[in-house]
T-cell receptor
């Protein structure tokens, strides 16, 4: 049973560019959340998607946007990249309300130069 | 964004020793979770706690949901080298959508 899969694993982009990160949730899960983890910090909530709609959003600018597809997979898009966007981006999935916690993927390491 | 405060930030211990770490918040949480993160990996759930005062074990790990609902504790008994990693507390307030993470405790075990 595949867990949460994310692609790509590593990415280098230049300031001002745009990036798209992809996530396939664990089989049977319908809710996808995205987190940003800066070096030496805990993950920070970006937003959550359920039934192809953004259900909740953290304190991130509009440069961060997302999408959920009918098969529950999700994309995170970041426009006008800044050096400070360099981080590990984690995707987490759950079935409905995740009272038992999320299942996380291994993340995409984004470096902005 | 808001983060929970964890202490200690890091610790070196010898194999076989017991470890204690804690997590505090200024807000009340309805659910407390403890995750472990290895280098290059995402966090993996260790223990979930659902009500104040609850004490739950998972092998050598024991966690408690504080009575005030503003803190939680994790103990690891008889540490082994594979316990090395970063331990994060996390919690839900109100509706269980946004998970708030702690600042992390880095554990290093020496033989």
């Amino acid at each position: 049973d595949a867990g949460v899969t994310q692609s790509p694993t590593h990415l280098i982009k230049t300031r001002g560019q745009q990036v798209t990160l992809r996530c396939s949730p664990k089989s049977g899960h319908d809710t996808v959340s995205w987190y940003q983890q800066a070096l030496g910090q805990g993950p920070q909530f970006i937003f959550q998607y359920y039934e192809e709609e953004e259900r909740q959003r953290g304190n991130f600018p509009d440069r961060f946007s997302g999408h959920q597809f009918p098969n529950y997979s999700s994309e995170l898009n970041v426009n006008a990249l800044l050096l400070g966007d360099s981080a590990l981006y984690l995707c987490a999935s759950s079935l409905g309300q995740p009272t038992g916690g999320y299942t996380f993927g291994s993340g995409t390491r984004l470096t902005v130069v | 964004g808001q983060q929970l405060n964890q202490s200690p930030q890091s610790m070196f211990i010898q194999e076989g020793e017991d470890v204690s770490m804690n997590c505090t918040s200024s807000s009340i949480f309805n659910t407390w979770l403890w995750y472990k993160q290895d280098p290059g990996e995402g966090p993996v759930l260790l223990i979930a706690l659902y009500k104040a005062g609850e004490l739950t074990s998972n092998g050598r790990l024991t966690a408690q949901f504080g009575i005030t609902r503003k803190d939680s504790f994790l103990n690891i008994s008889a540490s082994i080298p594979s316990d090395v990693g970063i331990y994060f507390c996390a919690g839900f307030t109100g509706t269980a959508s946004k998970l708030t993470f702690g600042t992390g405790t880095r554990l290093q075990v020496t033989l």
